[in-house]
T-cell receptor, first 114, second 112 residues
Framework: GAGVSQSPSNKVTEKGKDVELRCDPI?????LYWYRQSLGQGLEFLIY????????KSGLPSDRFSAERTGGSVSTLTIQRTQQEDSAVYLC????????????FGNGTRLTVT | SQQGEEDPQALSIQEGENATMNCSYK?????LQWYRQNSGRGLVHLIL?????REKHSGRLRVTLDTSKKSSSLLITASRAADTASYFC????????????FGEGTQLTVNP
């Protein structure tokens, strides 16, 4: 079946512009995560959605970052007034539920802020 | 710093040799997972070991967990060039609520 899909795969934007990154999780997966990965680094947790519960936003680095998940499916991560330090790969993952264990990752969106 | 920290940062071996990667963490966990990431791709789940388990096998993979030392190891036996990738451990911390916390990863290179 289809895996986690992220779009765009690459995004180049100018400093100060807003960007939207999209994630389509696996159908039926109630949990959705966003992580950020800088070059050669590990994954930095950003935000987590579980069903209809309030999202865990504790990893968002600043108020320029926000995310929503519509209808318990597609999620959008928005970065306003992008800065060069926002350049990274943004990874989305979903899982069947919080207790089920492992995450299924998309291939990420590589964001470059010039 | 990251909850999970892998060691070594980089490992280069010859095909057929075994590769061992280690992960240390700081707090109590529900489970620990290992993932693999090929260059330019997302992470792929390899194996999950629960806090009450000590060892788990999957094909050529063997994972151990020592909760008293807060450490885990991933052993890949009879390595292949196709095993070349970055390997990450991730911990499901009892106090974190929702997140999986990832380490910095070990870059494994298997030379043909």
């Amino acid at each position: 079946g289809a895996g986690v899909s992220q779009s765009p795969s690459n995004k180049v934007t100018e400093k100060g512009k807003d960007v939207e990154l999209r994630c389509d999780p696996i159908s039926g997966h109630t949990a959705l995560y966003w992580y950020r990965q800088s070059l050669g680094q590990g994954l930095e947790f950003l935000i987590y959605f579980q069903g209809n519960s309030a999202p865990d936003k504790s990893g968002l680095p600043s108020d320029r970052f926000s995310a929503e998940r519509t209808g318990g499916s597609v999620s959008t991560l928005t970065i306003q007034r992008t800065q060069q330090e926002d350049s990274a790969v943004y990874l989305c993952a979903s899982s069947l539920n919080r207790i089920a264990g492992h995450l299924h990752f998309g291939n990420g969106t590589r964001l470059t802020v010039t | 710093s990251q909850q999970g920290e892998e060691d070594p940062q980089a490992l280069s071996i010859q095909e057929g040799e075994n590769a061992t990667m280690n992960c240390s963490y700081k707090t109590s966990i529900n489970n620990l997972q290992w993932y693999r990431q090929n260059s330019g791709r997302g992470l792929v789940h390899l194996i999950l070991i629960r806090s009450n388990e000590r060892e788990k096998h999957s094909g050529r993979l063997r994972v151990t967990l020592d909760t008293s030392k807060k450490s885990s190891s991933l052993l890949i036996t009879a390595s292949r060039a196709a095993d070349t990738a970055s390997y990450f451990c991730a911990t499901d911390e009892r106090t974190s609520g929702s997140r999986l916390t990832f380490g910095e990863g070990t870059q494994l290179t298997v030379n043909p």
